[in-house]
């Protein structure tokens, strides 16, 4: 894979959040589709994880928003990167496995508990045609699905990029016998990253020399949670239009390179990637 190019500009055309306390993600298993949005096949979700389940609905809550036409993804990656998905799942499975045996274990928690289950259940049941991938897992996962997602949109077959991150809010304390509290809410967000939708909201990618820049970020703008994350982009949504250049979000990375979040600039890729 082409090394990224550094600075890189990436431009978001579309987003959505999804909260959700986990009885209300059960009823989002068999739930009808937004308005506008595509359907996904009958049962598709029964058996799926609950981060999968809120992370399908915010792609198909934001292609909604977007409001294009049918098979305007078809070309489009799928790079999901969930911090903690599987847990409950799978404490669950132990329980059984102890109380009952093998026999009482279901199938379904191999593939629906797998690092890739949210990215290929966007991808096969929204109909993309595109590479698919899972990556993170853990409390790094913002900064590693953005890297990840960057990498993508430089393959010249790939014509967008959805980007969905899930997370619990808190990391929830499960019962004894590996059941959720009722009161944790779950979060998704989704992100469609299209190179030539130049909207004036994009992430970026600044080299080292430049990671001085997150100097001039508070705190609260350098918080690299999922809901930080998410608020910051419903700040810019709800800024009026003077002050959306100063709504802003950035995330220092170990190597010493800094990603940001912002609006009221002209976004493009790297012109390699333009005219690849």
Sequence with gaps: ?????LPFFCPIAGHATVVELPAAIASLR?????AGAPSLPARFLRHADEHTVLGVRAVQKAIAIL????????RWAVVAAPCGAGRPASARTLVQLLEGGGVTVSPHVVPQCSLHALASAVSVGLG???PNIGIGGGPDALAEGILAAFSILEEPAVAGCWLVFTAWD?????SPRGELPPDTPCRAVALGLDPVDCSGLRMSLWPTAASGKAAGFS??????????FSRRLAGM???SEPDRAGVRWSLPLSWGGLLTLEQ?????LHAGRRSA
């Design 1 to 5: 894979m082409t090394p990224l190019p």
């Design 30 to 34: 068999d739930a009808p589709p937004p």
């Design 67 to 74: 409001g294009r036409a049918p098979g305007a993804f078809d």
């Design 128 to 130: 993309m045609h595109g």
């Design 170 to 174: 808190e990391e929830p304390v499960l």
């Design 219 to 228: 705190p609260a703008e350098r918080d690299s949670s999922l809901a930080a």
């Design 237 to 239: 949504e709800s800024a």
């Design 264 to 268: 009221g600039v002209a976004a493009a």
